[in-house]
Structure formats: structure tokens, C-alpha cells
């Protein structure tokens, strides 16, 4: 197996990952950014930004992604294709493998692979998504003002979503599976005291209509197996989120679903070295503007820990 050591590795390629690799180019740490599977990350299928500071007209996400990446570039980042296959934190330096078949050693590696959204799995969904489909109301919501749209969930997120959604648009049909929703009572009674949000209980969706965009949906009542269609502009998905970071549960401490724990105002994972930024330990925010503020804290305490351990190395040493 290949072997290469590095100062700074960065795992992912969003804004979390492309803002630590400007910090870190910029200090000097000649920082190496292995871009993953979904290079740009959830952005890349995203169509209008319109809330990211900076661009007032607003951008396509793709065109953004683009423009992270050339910045990173401009101060020596070394940006890879490939895929992290395993971690190996026992000790320091700590071991990446990437693809199978390159070993690296990095002094300090920040983690920024974001956070998956879960999807129904319908051909039809996935073919109009960022063509009325979104996964993300905050982002979207706002392109479907004084339009009807749906929304799928059940949870505190789709309760929080449709309440959002219901002050930008005509009409919110909430679609839930059972004849109870799992949201917290207060969450469900922000739903009940909005007079434009109508819960549509046991219905399931069977089918997103449109060619070019969103037009309706094809639902299903979970009791009868009765059909029937919904004229909607909008389709939002809000059953939760996956972070993506199976490959570091053997290392790092996580919560339940997944997202990796960090010392409150740091990116600090429990392991010495390791910083985690953006999506893969936010459950919160969620947005493109606080992933990439931290991933500049990453970027920020992998520098302070690396002049550290020079210290302590040299101390060491004499």
C-alpha cells in the first residue's frame, strides 16, 4: 500500500471542507482534501442559493461548489479524487486509507462529509428534485411563496418545516404515513394553531406528477388503498437526515443517529487531532454559511494543535 504523510487532511468537499481548506492553505499547512463521493456535496444538487452572504443576485449551488474550490485552490490546496475507505485514530499521526490502496499520515485531519437527506426512493422524486423536490424548506421554502405545497414527515423536522413553510405559502398539505405524528406536543400544536397547514393522515405518497416540475402528487390512504391526486408546486422530504460517518464510529463519540460529538464551541472530537466540521456533527443548522464557519474553526484548531505538538515534540527531544 501506497504511503504519503501529510499535515493537514481535510474529508469532504462542501463548504465545511473547501473554508478549512482556505484557512488551512493559507497558514501554510499545505492542507491535502480527498473529495469523496458527492464532490461539492449536498449543494451540487441544489439549483438557487439565495441566503449565502455574498452573492446578491444569488448563485446555482453546483456554480458555488465551483468557486469554494477555486478559492481553496488559489492558496495551494491539493484537492484529490477518492474516497476515505478507513480510519485508523488509535494512534498519532493518524491513518487514512483512501480507495483501498493509499495510506496517509496526518497530523492533524478535519472531517467534513457532511450529512445525507433521507428520501422516499421514488423514481419520481429523485427526477425532479431541484424542480419543486427539496429536502431543505429553510433553503427552498421561500421559491414557492403564495403557491400550495406538500410535505412528508411526521417528526419535530417536519412539523418545524411546515410551520416555516406556512408562513411563505397559500397552503401546506402535511402527508403523514399513521394517524399520529411522533412530533413533540408542542411542535404539533404549532401545527394545529396554523390555519394554512392541513394534515393529511394516514396517506402515503405514491407518485411526484410533473415533466418539467412539480405538479401534484399521487397519494394513498394507508387504510383503504384509496388514490387520489393533490394539486401542489412544491414537494418538500422531511424524514430526517444521515450524517455520513460510519467509517469513524469505532474512534469517535457520536450521538444516536450518528453525528459526531465535539467539545461545545470547538470542532475537538474526543480523539487529540481530529476535528469534525459542517454537517457531520450539526443536526441543527444544517446551512451552507454555518458549515462553513466551522469549518474554519476546524481549520483554526487544527493549526493551534499542530504548534502544539511541535512543542511538545521538540520539548520532547531535548
Not at 1 to 29: C, D, H, Q, W
Not at 243 to 267: H, Q, R
Not at 273 to 289: E, L, M, N, P
Amino acid at each position: 500500500m501506497a504511503n504519503e504523510k501529510v499535515k493537514v487532511l481535510i474529508i469532504g468537499s462542501g463548504p465545511a471542507g473547501f473554508t478549512a481548506a482556505v484557512y488551512a492553505a493559507r497558514a501554510g499547512m499545505k492542507p491535502v482534501l480527498y473529495q469523496g463521493g458527492q464532490p461539492g456535496g449536498q449543494l451540487t444538487i441544489t439549483t438557487d442559493v439565495e441566503n449565502y452572504p455574498g452573492y446578491p443576485e444569488g448563485v446555482m449551488g453546483p456554480q458555488m461548489m465551483v468557486d469554494f474550490q477555486k478559492q481553496a485552490e488559489r492558496f495551494g490546496t491539493d484537492i484529490r479524487s477518492g474516497m476515505v475507505t478507513g480510519v485508523d485514530f488509535s494512534g498519532w499521526p493518524h491513518k487514512v486509507t483512501v480507495d483501498n490502496k493509499t495510506e496517509i499520515e496526518a497530523e492533524a485531519v478535519i472531517i467534513s462529509t457532511g450529512a445525507s437527506a433521507k428520501w422516499l426512493g421514488l423514481e419520481s422524486e429523485q427526477r425532479l428534485n431541484g424542480k419543486g423536490v427539496s429536502a431543505c424548506a429553510v433553503c427552498d421554502g421561500f421559491f414557492f411563496r403564495g403557491q400550495d405545497v406538500a410535505i412528508v414527515g411526521a417528526g419535530d423536522t417536519a412539523a418545524e418545516e411546515a410551520t416555516y413553510l406556512s408562513k411563505l405559502v397559500n397552503k401546506v398539505y402535511m402527508l403523514v404515513r399513521r394517524d399520529e405524528m411522533r412530533a413533540s406536543k408542542i411542535m404539533q400544536q404549532r401545527v394545529a394553531n396554523s390555519p394554512n397547514i392541513e394534515v393529511l393522515w394516514n396517506t402515503e405518497t405514491v407518485e411526484v406528477l410533473g415533466d418539467e416540475e412539480v405538479s401534484g402528487v399521487r397519494l394513498k390512504d394507508t387504510v383503504t388503498g384509496e388514490e387520489r391526486e393533490l394539486d401542489v408546486q412544491g414537494f418538500f422530504v422531511a424524514i430526517g437526515h444521515k450524517p455520513n460517518t460510519d467509517i469513524f464510529k469505532d474512534y469517535l463519540d457520536m450521538d444516536e443517529a450518528g453525528y459526531i460529538k465535539t467539545i461545545p464551541g470547538t470542532s475537538k472530537t474526543n480523539i487529540p487531532g481530529v476535528f469534525a466540521t459542517g454537517d457531520a456533527q450539526d443536526k441543527i443548522y444544517r446551512q451552507a454559511v454555518t458549515a462553513a464557519g466551522s469549518g474554519c474553526m476546524g481549520a483554526l484548531d487544527a493549526e493551534k494543535f499542530i504548534a502544539e505538538k511541535e512543542v511538545e515534540l521538540q520539548e520532547a527531544a531535548l
